[in-house]
């Protein structure tokens, strides 16, 4: 067992150590107005605009109605011919237990309504509650699986 004299005398080696200790040299990148530039560049006044900036960190959902599994009722499946990444997407949602609707965004029509709820790639699966309002949407397979403790849809035992 050590001495409390020999524990001393190894943090006083330590702290010295520490005081001697010289590390390598960082480069900051950082953006802006509108690239990406080396910190050591600019200018005294962004320098300190960079010190007082302040980090954006979004709330966590906090709301019990946004964390509770939400009702669906229906869903619209936003879909290209030409679209390679739609076929599995559609597998998947028709054979989901509630009903749909699917929407090619080639069409006249399909592009209208795709516009209205701002669907701007596909596949796109738009899942709407009993008041017809959209709630949530997918765009992949992996995002609709991610989706299911979200969505109050009896899914059955193939997904």
């Not at 765009?139 to 059955?156: A, C, F, G």
Request: charged share 30%; proline share 7%.
């Amino acid at each position: 067992m050590r001495t409390l004299q020999e524990i001393e005398a190894e943090l006083a080696l330590l702290r010295a150590q520490m005081e001697s200790v010289q590390g390598t040299e960082c480069e900051v990148y950082t953006r802006i107005v509108g690239y990406y530039r080396s910190l050591r560049n600019w200018n005294k006044g962004k320098k300190e605009e960079y010190r007082l900036r302040v980090t954006f960190d979004p709330p966590k959902e906090k709301n019990p109605e946004m964390q509770a599994p939400r009702e669906v009722a229906e869903y619209r499946y936003f879909y290209r011919k030409t679209c390679p990444n739609c076929p599995p997407v559609k597998e998947y949602v028709s054979q989901l237990p509630i009903s749909g609707k699917q929407v090619d965004v080639d069409t006249e029509e399909g592009l209208s309504e795709a516009k209205t709820y701002q669907i701007l790639s596909t596949p796109t699966v738009l899942f709407f509650d009993r008041n017809g309002r959209p709630i949530i949407e997918a765009h992949t397979v992996d995002q609709l699986e991610d989706l299911r403790p979200r969505l109050s849809i009896q899914w059955s035992d193939s997904h």
